[in-house]
């Protein structure tokens, strides 16, 4: 799979751990005899589901933390008072240059706030963003959308920034040479928009003109629009991404509902589906969220990967295996030679 390496595991965090990180980073290391884990956590428990997993014999070394940061808790009390919780412990490895990346599926408003102060902000960035895979019908079956949440606000600087580090996402996650960028916005006339969205137009328009630029700006974009495969990274607030993003997950899950309602609504309906059951199997798979599940943080000066907090083993697999593509490909120093910045090297990059 590639050179070896350490991940870092947030073993307490989300609805269903410890079990579904475990098992997750059991179906990852099946595939992938390069990883070794760090998990944190609770030793008892992370001990008994281990003990089922003999894939993971002498792949793992377990971090006791007593604390786990509750999903609903707030990111300032989280990072007041969860410096022995499993999370903080995570970011540490990562920051200490134990391990090349962490992975956890905690609450999400408390990792960014853990992460602002434990990995602290790449030079030049003023707020990190959350990047997400959306399923398109382009060619790569992907873009990147950027920022799916981790801060509400961004100006124009902001939005430029996002999609220097997205087009570096885009080039490994989708193997984008020249990935196409565009400005999420309410419309694709270039009159429209807030002042800091057109301002952000007019930087990456200058941007992509330049010969050394390392990808091509397509003007603005609507929603309606991300699935289609126009742009290969979407650069928009963390307010508007993340509410795009949920406007997206519900209406696929209602879509899912109401087909498999109608299948299963009349008899005749449930013969026409099992003569449809492969087609029904394949896009079930092309739109499962699971297998593209893992929000990448960019633009901390070290690799953090959000999985779904709801994930199970399959999603959570998924993140592990962002992470560990992410980091093979240390996506930090590429960030920042793009960016012009300095940057934090591990023992595992090789450097």
């Given at each position: 799979?590639?050179?070896?390496?350490?991940?870092s595991?947030?073993?307490?965090?989300?609805d269903n751990?410890?079990d579904?990180?475990?098992?997750?980073?059991?179906?990852?290391?099946?595939r992938?005899?390069?990883?070794?884990f760090?998990?944190?956590?609770?030793?008892?428990?992370?001990?008994?589901?281990?003990?089922k997993?003999?894939?993971?014999?002498?792949?793992?070394?377990i971090?006791?933390?007593?604390?786990?940061?509750?999903?609903?808790?707030?990111?300032?009390?989280?990072?007041?008072?969860?410096?022995?919780s499993?999370?903080?412990?995570?970011?540490?490895?990562v920051?200490?240059?134990?391990a090349?990346?962490?992975?956890?599926a905690?609450?999400?408003?408390?990792?960014?706030?853990?992460?602002?102060?434990?990995?602290r902000?790449a030079?030049?960035?003023?707020?990190?963003a959350?990047?997400?895979?959306?399923?398109?019908?382009?060619?790569h079956?992907?873009?990147?959308?950027?920022?799916?949440?981790?801060d509400v606000r961004?100006?124009?600087?902001?939005?430029?920034?996002?999609?220097?580090?997205?087009s570096?996402?885009?080039?490994?996650?989708?193997?984008?040479?020249?990935?196409?960028?565009?400005?999420?916005?309410?419309?694709?006339?270039?009159?429209?928009?807030r002042?800091?969205?057109?301002?952000?137009?007019e930087?990456?328009?200058?941007?992509?003109?330049?010969p050394?630029?390392a990808?091509?700006?397509?003007?603005?974009?609507?929603?309606?629009a991300?699935?289609?495969?126009?742009?290969d990274?979407?650069?928009?607030?963390?307010f508007?991404?993340?509410?795009?993003?949920?406007?997206?997950?519900?209406?696929?899950?209602?879509v899912?509902?109401?087909?498999?309602?109608?299948?299963?609504?009349?008899?005749?309906?449930?013969?026409?589906?099992l003569?449809?059951?492969?087609?029904l199997?394949?896009?079930?798979?092309?739109i499962?969220?699971?297998?593209?599940?893992?929000g990448?943080?960019?633009?901390?000066?070290?690799?953090?990967?959000?999985?779904?907090?709801?994930?199970?083993?399959?999603g959570?697999?998924?993140?592990?295996?962002?992470?560990?593509?992410m980091?093979?490909?240390?996506?930090?120093?590429?960030?920042?030679?793009?960016?012009?910045?300095?940057?934090?090297?591990?023992p595992e990059?090789?450097?």
């Open positions: 799979m590639g050179h070896a390496i350490t991940l595991i947030d073993a307490m965090g989300g751990a410890p579904s990180v475990i098992d997750g980073i059991a179906k990852r290391a099946k992938d005899p390069d990883i070794r760090l998990l944190h956590g609770d030793t008892a428990a992370i001990e008994k589901r281990l003990a997993r003999k894939i993971l014999e002498g792949r793992v070394d971090r006791h933390a007593d604390d786990v940061i509750e999903m609903d808790a707030k990111p300032s009390v989280a990072v007041r008072r969860g410096r022995n499993s999370l903080w412990h995570a970011l540490e490895s920051r200490d240059g134990e090349s990346a962490m992975v956890s905690g609450n999400t408003g408390a990792m960014m706030a853990m992460a602002l102060f434990c990995l902000r030079n030049g960035i003023d707020r990190p959350i990047a997400a895979l959306w399923p398109t019908n382009g060619a079956d992907h873009c990147i959308v950027l920022d799916m949440g981790a961004a100006d124009a600087a902001d939005l430029a920034k996002y999609a220097v580090m997205g570096e996402y885009a080039r490994i996650a989708l193997g984008a040479d020249k990935p196409r960028v565009a400005v999420l916005n309410v419309g694709t006339e270039e009159n429209k928009g002042p800091e969205v057109k301002e952000a137009a930087s990456l328009r200058d941007m992509a003109e330049r050394d630029c990808f091509q700006f397509t003007g603005f974009i609507e929603a309606n991300i699935p289609t495969g126009q742009a990274v979407i650069v928009t607030d963390g508007t991404g993340n509410v795009a993003l949920k406007a997206a997950e519900g209406t696929a899950r209602f899912g509902d109401h087909l498999r309602g109608a299948f299963e609504h009349h008899w005749s309906s449930r013969i026409a589906a003569f449809a059951v492969a087609s199997r394949r896009l079930k798979r092309r499962d969220p699971r297998r593209v599940n893992g990448v943080f960019l633009g901390l000066d070290g690799l953090a990967v959000k999985s779904h907090g709801s994930a199970d083993a399959t959570f697999s998924a993140a592990v295996e962002l992470a560990a593509t980091s093979r490909a240390d996506v930090i120093k590429r960030i920042a030679a793009q960016l012009d910045m300095p940057h934090r090297t591990t990059s090789g450097e």
